[in-house]
């Protein structure tokens, strides 16, 4: 794992030049700064996950686009995770640059838009303070799955049972469809299925699908009511709105709730239904598993 930080320089200034002592002493500073917050970032994470190998970097770029363009392009990375926080207007990266990741990424993407009841502050690291007690999901208590038949819910499935498994905290899978769209509700219906197959041995789940006058708006409504809300990379624009922490009916505020966008890459997208359907037909013992089809 990699705990990146992007430092952008003004275009006038060389990249050639970082470290030099030419290089800016304003500029030295910032990365010096950026340094210190990635160590502190790669430190919290180690303990979290001691058997898994975490190193820190560094980038200077005259803009983050090409970075992103260059580490979620090719096989350099399996997955890529971002924080997005809107706290007072001010957001960590450009819409545009979210959607070029979202569009265009060959790997994983997990897009977490921070809610009120999230601290992204890291703990000092000469503080007593147990990290337990600062950490934001360690006090939730309840996470939401937006089950949909779109192409991400394996991943959004896998992503539940992971946070679960590690925070102790209930998973709520929802499918909401409208009543009028009967083919809707049995691509749904599959993929709620294959949801609960995959949570099958989870402690403290629970799944439903229910119809809706307005999708969209119960979903936001719904997704308030939980500490982490998960979904697949949403195509309308109120959830758009919302994931990018734009401005949304006064009734939906304040956005207490971390939203989770997790987004399979589309070339995976075949051999992650061949795998997973190989498992259940393995596993199956009748009709107690779901099966996919090609059109899911």
Not at 163 to 172: A, N, Q
Not at 202 to 217: G, I, K
Not at 252 to 277: D, G
Request: glycine share 6%; hydrophobic share 35%.
């Amino acid at each position: 794992m990699t705990i990146a930080s992007i430092v952008t320089a003004p275009s006038e200034i060389s990249l050639d030049t970082v470290g030099n002592e030419s290089f800016s002493e304003e500029m030295t500073r910032v990365i010096d700064l950026a340094r210190d917050h990635v160590a502190n970032v790669r430190d919290a994470v180690a303990d979290y996950g001691e058997d898994v190998p975490v190193s820190g970097l560094v980038i200077v770029a005259h803009t983050p686009d090409d970075v992103f363009a260059e580490c979620t392009t090719g096989e350099r990375y399996d997955a890529v995770f971002l924080a997005q926080d809107n706290e007072n207007g001010q957001q960590l990266w450009d819409e545009s640059l979210l959607n070029m990741v979202l569009e265009t990424a060959d790997c994983a993407v997990y897009l977490e838009t921070l809610g009120t009841k999230a601290d992204p502050l890291l703990p000092d690291p000469e503080d007593a303070t147990d990290r337990d007690d600062v950490s934001a999901l360690d006090t939730a208590s309840n996470i939401l799955l937006a089950v949909g038949p779109g192409p991400h819910t394996i991943l959004g499935a896998e992503t539940a049972r992971a946070l679960g498994s590690t925070y102790g905290t209930s998973i709520r899978g929802v499918h909401l469809y409208e009543s009028t769209d009967a083919e809707r509700f049995q691509q749904g219906r599959k993929a709620l299925d294959l949801t609960e197959y995959v949570l099958s041995d989870f402690p403290d789940v629970e799944c439903e699908s229910r119809a809706s006058e307005d999708v969209v708006a119960e979903l936001l409504q719904e997704i308030e009511k939980y500490d982490v809300a998960i979904l697949g990379a949403p195509t309308k624009q109120p959830l758009l709105q919302r994931l990018f922490g734009q401005s949304v009916p006064d009734e939906l505020e304040p956005q207490t709730t971390s939203i989770l966008t997790v987004r399979q890459p589309s070339h995976a997208l075949s051999s992650v239904y061949y795998r997973w359907k190989r498992a259940i037909e393995r596993t199956s013992v009748g009709e107690d598993s779901p099966v996919l089809e090609d059109d899911f």
